[in-house]
């Protein structure tokens, strides 16, 4: 254990220097809990953060770099779900969970079997919590007028950077088949016994009456 008054064995503060935009990285994503609900627009778990200054709802995010040069920097965004200035911020977001989904669990953003319609579904947002994908960094102004990173556009399957991100040397057309419902395996019937004088009486049980 380190001596309280010893710091040469520390950790040098992280670098605050920006990830030069469109860096592409694998990122892991998680949400910081706002506390609003809303049952009725499939808003529960206390994800969505409501705005006390606009009304906008939103997913408060933080993106950690999983790998590679940039690895462990953690960078802030926000997943718009309503704004009462029109639907387009919220139709931004829905796009932007597509992509993720996409990214997340390999399938082409030109796939529509299915399969595919599986893996883009969600049961709620802790589904997206703790979700890995891979995404482009983006630089824009905070409210003091500075530059920081951004996280705006996921990386589909199908960009040439994907498979590289994901530390694979390529990838599959999609890994969507384990999205979808799988049937029960059927039930094999004991083999009949030979010379049975009398059936047994059929009876079902009480839930199938």
């Not at 892991?28 to 953060?49: C, F, L, Q, S, V």
């Not at 387009?88 to 399938?107: D, E, K, P, Q």
Request: hydrophobic residues 35%; aromatic residues 8%.
């Amino acid at each position: 254990m380190s001596n309280w008054n010893d710091f040469n064995d520390a950790e040098q503060q992280p670098s605050f220097d920006l990830i030069p935009k469109g860096t592409v990285v694998k990122l892991r994503m998680t949400i910081k809990p706002g506390g609003h609900d809303n049952p009725e627009m499939g808003w529960t778990g206390g994800y969505a953060t409501e705005s006390f200054d606009t009304g906008s709802v939103y997913l408060a995010c933080e993106f950690v770099v999983l790998e590679g040069e940039y690895a462990k920097r953690k960078l802030w965004s926000n997943i718009g779900l309503h704004s009462a200035k029109g639907p387009a911020w919220g139709n931004m977001g829905r796009s932007f969970i597509r992509a993720v989904l996409n990214s997340a669990r390999g399938v082409s953003p030109q796939d529509n079997s299915p399969q595919a319609a599986a893996a883009r579904r969600i049961r709620d947002f802790s589904d997206l919590d703790g979700i890995e994908f891979v995404a482009r960094v983006d630089v824009e102004k905070d409210t003091k007028g500075e530059n920081k990173n951004v996280i705006k556009q996921a990386i589909e399957p199908d960009h040439p950077d994907y498979a590289a991100a994901m530390g694979r040397s390529s990838y599959p057309a999609s890994h969507a088949q384990s999205y979808m419902p799988q049937p029960a395996a059927p039930v094999s019937q004991p083999a009949a016994q030979p010379q049975q004088r009398a059936q047994a009486p059929v009876t079902k049980p009480a839930w199938a009456q």
